[in-house]
C-alpha cells in the first residue's frame, strides 16, 4: 500500500515559530528528510536523513519512492513550502514520475516573508512579494519598484548587489531600505537604511529585503 508524503514548513529558523501540526506530522512519520538545520527543531523523529543544496533532487526523487514502498515520508521545508520552498521541484518531481499529488499533504510555515512583513508593521496583502531565490532575472523587480507599494524581496544574490543593482537602474539612492537578516535567531539582525548604505554594506544570504 502507498504511504503518505507530507511537505511541511518548519518556520524561519527558531522553535517558536514551528507549529503543533509540524511538530505532530514529524512524531507520526517513519522519515524524516531535511537540512541539519531542519531537522535540529524536532526532538520527536523517527529514522531521518539529511540533505543539502547539492543532493536536494536525488533525495526527494528517493522520497517518492519510498512513499510508493509505502513508508510515512516527511521532507521539511525552511518557512513556507509555497514560497521559494520545496513545493515547487517536488511537483516536478512528481510529475516525472507520474505520482499522484493527491498523495501529498501540504503543511504551511510561518514565511521569512511574513516574519519581515510582521516585525515591520507592514500589511503584505499590500506589498510587492518577489522572490529571486534561485533566479538570476533580478530585473523583473524594476518592474514593481515605482509603484507605490513596497516591495519584500528575498535576494537572489547578496543583499548589497540587489542594491547596487537598483542604483545602476536609477531607483533613488536615499530610498529606504530594510534588511532584516537571520530573523528569529538570537542574532537577529534589523537595519532599517537607505539603498545607497545598503550597497556598502554586508549581510549574509539569510535575508529579506524591504524596499
Ligand atoms: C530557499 S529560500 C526559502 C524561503 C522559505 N520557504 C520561506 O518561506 O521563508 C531561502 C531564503 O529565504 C530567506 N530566509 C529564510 N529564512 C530566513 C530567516 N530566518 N531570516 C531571513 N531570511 C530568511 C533568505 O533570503 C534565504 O536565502
Redesign the pocket.
Same mark, same amino acid.
Given at each position: 500500500m502507498m504511504g503518505k508524503l507530507n511537505i511541511v514548513g518548519v518556520g524561519?529558523?527558531s522553535k517558536e515559530y514551528l507549529t503543533q501540526i509540524a511538530v505532530e506530522t514529524v512524531k507520526n512519520s517513519d522519515i524524516t528528510i531535511g537540512s541539519q538545520r531542519a531537522l535540529d527543531l524536532f526532538e520527536n523523529k523517527n529514522e531521518y536523513i539529511v540533505f543539502n543544496v547539492k543532493d536536494l533532487t536525488k533525495k526527494l526523487e528517493e522520497s517518492i519512492e519510498m512513499v510508493k514502498k509505502g513508508k510515512n515520508v516527511t521532507i521539511l $521545508?525552511? /518557512?513556507? #513550502?509555497g514560497? $521559494? /520552498?520545496v513545493l515547487k521541484p517536488i511537483k516536478r518531481i512528481s510529475r516525472e514520475k507520474g505520482f499522484n499529488i493527491d498523495n501529498i499533504n501540504v503543511v504551511p510555515g510561518i514565511?521569512?516573508?511574513q516574519l519581515a512583513a510582521a516585525k515591520n508593521h507592514i500589511n503584505w496583502d499590500e506589498a510587492n512579494i518577489i522572490t529571486f531565490?534561485g533566479r538570476e532575472n533580478i530585473e523583473d523587480i524594476l518592474q514593481y519598484i515605482n509603484n507605490g507599494k513596497t516591495t519584500i524581496a528575498? #535576494?537572489s544574490r547578496k543583499v548589497k548587489d540587489m542594491a547596487q543593482f537598483l542604483l545602476d537602474n536609477d531607483v533613488n539612492p536615499n530610498r529606504e531600505v530594510i534588511v532584516?537578516?537571520?530573523?528569529?535567531?538570537p542574532e537577529e539582525h534589523i537595519v532599517k537604511s537607505n539603498l545607497k548604505e545598503i550597497a556598502n554594506s554586508e549581510f549574509t544570504?539569510?535575508?529579506?529585503m524591504i524596499i
Open positions: 524561519p529558523g $521545508s525552511t /518557512g513556507d #513550502p514560497f $521559494s /520552498g514565511s521569512s516573508l531565490h528575498l #535576494p532584516c537578516e537571520r530573523l528569529s535567531y544570504y539569510m535575508c529579506v
